[in-house]
C-alpha cells in the first residue's frame, strides 16, 4: 500500500479507498459521484474552513461522463440490461434533442457544446436537475456505507443538496488526486468490463478521459483493398457495382465505435452514402459471410502480391483461423 512520510497513508484517504473498492456492481453511480467530487475539488479555488460542494455541481461533472461514454460508444452503465439506470436514460434523452437540434450524427465531447446557441439550454438544465434527483435519492448517502459503518468522508445534507469536506480534508484529496483517480478509474473500467461485451473498454475509457478518441485516416488500407479491383475497377463491398474516385469510401463492417481499432479483416470499399458511419447500418448475417468469403480470398491474394511480410497479413490470418468476423459479429449484435 501506500506510505507517507513517518506512517500509513492517511487514514481519510484510505477510506476513500476502501469504499471505492468495496462498491457493489449494480450500476457506476458510486464511481461517476466519487470522480465528480474529486474533479469539484481539485478546481475549487475557494478559502472557507470547508468546502461546500452543490449537487448541481455534482451532477454537471457526472453528465459530462456519461454524455462521452454514450455519445461515442454507448458503454452500458448498469447490470440489469433491459433497465438501463436513469442518470443514463436522462444522458441519452439529451443526446436524442441534442441531435434533433443540430441535426448532426457525429458524436461531439459535452465540454465543446453551447447547449443555449443550439436552443436547448432548457433541456440540458432539466437533464442536471434529473441528475441531482438521482444523487440526491440514490447515492450520496448510501456512497458513505461500508460493511457496517458509516464513513465520514463528508458531510451530507440531503433536504438542501450539498455536501461539505473539511478544509484539511480537501487538501488531502487534492494531494492525493494521483492515487485516487486512477483507482475510481480501474473500478469504473471494471465495472464496465463486466457489463459490456464490446472489446477495448479500458482503451476507449481512457480515450474518452484523455480527449483522444481519434479516427485515423485510412488510406494505408488502399494497397491491400486494390488487391481486390477486378475488371470493372473498385467494387462496393455491400452493392456491388463499381465506385468511382469520387464516390470511394472505406468503411467499418462491424462499427469503428464498437471495435475502436482498424482492422483489415473488417475493412471494405464502399459507397460514401452506404457508409455504416452515415446510415448506422447493422451489418446482416450475409454481409458477415461475404466478408468471411472478401478475407479468404484477401489473404490469397496478399499472399500471390508477395505481401505477407505485414502486420496487416499476420492479423488478417490470425482474424481467419479465430472466426473473429464472427465472433465479433455475435457479440455485437448482442
Ligand atoms: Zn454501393
Not at 464511481?31 to 468546502?51: F, H, Q, T
Not at 459530462?64 to 436514460?89: A, R
Request: hydrophobic share 35%; with cysteine; charged share 30%.
Amino acid at each position: 500500500m501506500l506510505y507517507e512520510r513517518g506512517g500509513i497513508m492517511n487514514e481519510y484517504i484510505s477510506d476513500w479507498i476502501k469504499v471505492i473498492l468495496n462498491c457493489g456492481f449494480d450500476n457506476t453511480y458510486k464511481m461517476a459521484w466519487a470522480k465528480s467530487i474529486m474533479e469539484c475539488v481539485i478546481e475549487d479555488r475557494s478559502d472557507g474552513e470547508e468546502l461546500v460542494i452543490d449537487f448541481d455541481s455534482i451532477a454537471e461533472k457526472a453528465l459530462k461522463h456519461y454524455w462521452n461514454q454514450t455519445i461515442y460508444f454507448d458503454l452500458i452503465q448498469g447490470s440489469n440490461l433491459k433497465k438501463p439506470p436513469e442518470m443514463i436514460t436522462y444522458t441519452k434523452k439529451l443526446i436524442s434533442d441534442y441531435r434533433k437540434a443540430t441535426g448532426s450524427t457525429q458524436p461531439m465531447r459535452i465540454e465543446k457544446i453551447d447547449f443555449r446557441k443550439h436552443g436547448i439550454q432548457r433541456n440540458y438544465n432539466e437533464t442536471v436537475k434529473e441528475i441531482h434527483k438521482t444523487l440526491k435519492k440514490d447515492v450520496s448517502w448510501r456512497f458513505l456505507n461500508y460493511e457496517s459503518e458509516k464513513m465520514e468522508l463528508y458531510s451530507l445534507n440531503r433536504k438542501e443538496g450539498w455536501i461539505a469536506i473539511e478544509k484539511t480534508h480537501a487538501e488531502l484529496l487534492r494531494t492525493y488526486q494521483e492515487t485516487l483517480y486512477p483507482i475510481i478509474n480501474y473500478r469504473w473500467t471494471q465495472m464496465l468490463e463486466s457489463f459490456n461485451f464490446a472489446p477495448r473498454i479500458s482503451k476507449k475509457v481512457r480515450a474518452i478521459d484523455e480527449d483522444k478518441v481519434r479516427r485515423s485516416p485510412l488510406t494505408k488500407y488502399r494497397q491491400y483493398l486494390d488487391l481486390m479491383n477486378g475488371e470493372n475497377g473498385r467494387l462496393c463491398f455491400y452493392c456491388g457495382k463499381e465506385i468511382s474516385d469520387r464516390e470511394i469510401s472505406i468503411d467499418h463492417v462491424i462499427p469503428w465505435t464498437y471495435m475502436f481499432s482498424d482492422d483489415l479483416w473488417n475493412l471494405v470499399y464502399c459507397h460514401k452514402g452506404e457508409n455504416s458511419r452515415k446510415s448506422n447500418r447493422l451489418p446482416t448475417e450475409s454481409d458477415i459471410e461475404d466478408l468471411e468469403i472478401r478475407n479468404q480470398r484477401l489473404i490469397e491474394k496478399m499472399s500471390e502480391a508477395g505481401k505477407t511480410k505485414s502486420k496487416n497479413y499476420d492479423q488478417l490470418q490470425l482474424a481467419i483461423e479465430k472466426d473473429y468476423v464472427r465472433q465479433f459479429w455475435i457479440s455485437f449484435k448482442g
